[in-house]
């Protein structure tokens, strides 16, 4: 039987939010040919859909858990990008987001996973920054946001050992470095 050539090389990209997970993704798109990015942002639930889990304390969905994503549906996406072919050599596929690798399904089909990790202080003043919809109520981010990112990302590295950590709080442009190195020389035929 003839050994089928790999078509894509997936990376995973998880990490506190605001840690710099998009902009990485969208500067290796740039810079690597063949690239696909499929976002987690993209697959939320709408605000009112049963899926949520509704936290009393700030009356909000918590958006943090991978049930808040229609992970079905991003997986399906996953499968038809490395389904398909890329337009010369090997693809580079990049699956993102703040719980992207908390789901087993998504996890597993990576060839590399990195973790863009934060202080509270530097996650908190990000985040606060950020407009998202719906606003994060007054609380969430104690509630929710850093307790969910501390659970999340200790699941991760009990699961996934050999994950690469990096401190989101370094450069965009060392970030930058790190992953174009570690995945150029990994697959050096998309570059």
């Known amino acids: 039987m003839e050994k089928m050539e790999k078509r894509w090389f997936v990376v995973g990209i998880g990490g506190a939010t605001c840690s710099g ?22 697959y939320f639930w709408p605000e009112d859909s049963e899926h949520h889990t509704i936290l009393p304390e700030v009356n909000h969905a918590n958006w943090e858990l991978t049930t808040s994503v229609d992970m079905d549906r991003l997986l399906e996406d996953v ?16 699956v993102e987001g703040i719980v992207v690798l908390n789901y087993k399904p998504v996890a597993e089909l990576c060839d590399m996973m990195f973790f863009l990790t ?5 996650c908190y003043e990000r985040r606060r920054f950020r407009t998202y919809d719906p606003p994060d109520p007054p609380g969430y981010f104690e509630v929710c946001v850093w307790p969910m990112y501390l659970k999340n990302y200790g699941e ?3 699961v996934y050992p050999d994950i690469v950590t990096i401190d989101g709080a370094n450069s ?3 970030i930058f470095e790190t992953v174009y190195r570690q995945v150029t020389h990994s697959i050096p035929s998309v570059v």
Request: glycine share 6%; no cysteine.
């Open 21 to 42: 997970k998009t902009t990485l993704s969208t500067r290796l798109k740039e810079t690597i040919p063949n690239t696909v990015i499929i976002n987690q942002d993209v």
């Open 79 to 94: 499968k038809k990008v490395l389904a398909s072919e890329p337009n010369d050599g090997v693809g580079l596929l990049i």
């Open 118 to 122: 934060l202080n509270k202080e530097q």
């Open 156 to 158: 991760i590295r009990i």
């Open 172 to 174: 965009k442009g060392e």
